[in-house]
Every structure is written in C-alpha cells, then in structure tokens.
C-alpha cells in the first residue's frame, strides 16, 4: 500500500481534529516549505526520520544500451534521503 497526500490529509484530519480543509493547508504548507528549502540549496534534517539534500551530479558521458551511442549526459541536480538510525531501529524491530 502506498501512502498519497490525500491520506497523509486523512491521517493528519484524524489524529489532530481539524477539519480536513486546515488539515490539506497545514500538509501543504509543509511540502511547500519543504520544497522551497530544497530549490534554495539547503538541507532538511528531521530528527528521528531522515535528512533530505541536494546534491550536484557532474556531466559524465553515457550509453544508449540499445544503439551503443555514447552520448554526453548534463550535470544535474538529485535529491537524495537519508534514513535515521532511530528510524531504521524502528523499522527493522
């Protein structure tokens, strides 16, 4: 099963007491921060969940495994995540 916004809006609608209007505004919010932060460069760190960074990829040349081409790939931007111990504990007990 996979976890959607709308059901985060659920959980959040559920666990607080809000209705689900302030419920969708405050995840929002969030994701939006979130997302603004990440474009800014900057990390996010969340005690007891993970850390999300930006990192920079060089340009590197590549292969079309089909034709065999070599074919010169961009250096680019990816998010990367990483899982707390606290976490990964919890997740392996």
Do not use: C, H, W
Not at 21 to 48: C, N, P, R, W
Not at 74 to 93: C, G, I, M, T
């Amino acid at each position: 099963m996979t976890m959607t916004k709308a059901g985060i809006v659920n959980s959040v609608y559920e666990r607080v007491g809000v209705t689900k209007k302030e419920a969708s505004d405050y995840v929002e919010a969030v994701f939006e921060t979130m997302k603004e932060t990440l474009e800014d460069g900057d990390s996010i760190k969340v005690s007891g969940f993970g850390k999300f960074e930006v990192r920079q990829k060089g340009e590197r040349v590549g292969r079309n495994p089909r034709t065999g081409v070599e074919i010169m790939i961009p250096e680019r931007k990816v998010l990367r995540f990483k899982v707390s111990q606290v976490l990964k504990d919890d997740l392996n007990n």
